[in-house]
Every structure is written in C-alpha cells, then in structure tokens.
C-alpha cells in the first residue's frame, strides 16, 4: 500500500534553512506527481511545492524563490529544500499524492503522510 514518511522538521531562527524528507512506498515516483503542503490550525492548507512524474516543478509565489523540491526515484525520496524561512512558514509539513493527482489541477491527493513540525522562530 502507498506509505509516506515526512521527517527533517524543527525549529529554526527567521532567515535559516531547513531540508524536509519524504520518504515513499507503494508507488513509484517516476509515474505519480507529488506535493508538498503545509497547514496552520485553523488556516486552509496550502500547496506549497509539487513536482510531476517528468520532474516539473511548481510553486506559490508565497514560497517561489524559497522552497525547491526534488525527488530521487532510485531513493523513493521527496525532498522540500527550504531557505530564507519566515515566521508565516510555521506550519505543518505534509508530503502527499495519489495515481490520479497531477500538479496542474489543484486536487485533493488520497494520501497523506503524517506530517513534520517546521516552527520559525526567533
């Protein structure tokens, strides 16, 4: 079955970096696009980066510039290279997607990992 692990999450000082993980299973990322997403309690969740099967990648102009993800097929591993961070980006980190979910079309993916705590605070 599809399995998806976030780590890399933590606490970091405005201006510093992280570098989230998502480790996959079920699936293979060379067939299926991928997002990551973030959510506050309370707020929307947010796309925050997708890359397609092909390796296309897109981004929020929130986060354009900052955040870039990549993938290693041979690892199953998405990355969320993250830089510059702001307190705004204090979120929940999910990786997630599903055999129907495309980048392009803004849908809601059937799987979800569990999640990592990105906190940005001086």
């Known amino acids: 079955q599809v399995q998806l692990v976030e780590s890399g999450g933590g606490s970091v000082q405005p201006g510093g970096s992280l570098t989230l993980s998502c480790v996959t299973s079920?699936?293979?990322?060379?067939?299926?696009?991928i997002g990551w997403f973030r959510q506050v309690p309370g707020k929307e969740r947010e796309g925050v980066s997708c890359i397609s099967a092909d390796g296309t990648t897109y981004y929020p102009d929130s986060v354009k510039g900052r955040f870039t993800i990549s993938k290693d097929n041979a690892k199953n591993t998405v990355y969320l290279q993250m830089n510059s961070l702001k307190p705004e980006d204090t979120a929940a980190y999910y990786c997630?997607?599903?055999?129907?979910?495309?980048?392009?079309?803004?849908?809601?993916?059937?799987?979800w990992g569990q999640g990592t705590q990105v906190t940005v605070s001086s």
């Open positions: 997630a997607t599903d055999i129907n979910y495309y980048c392009l079309d803004n849908s809601h993916p059937d799987y």
């Open positions: 079920g699936f293979t990322l060379d067939m299926w696009d």
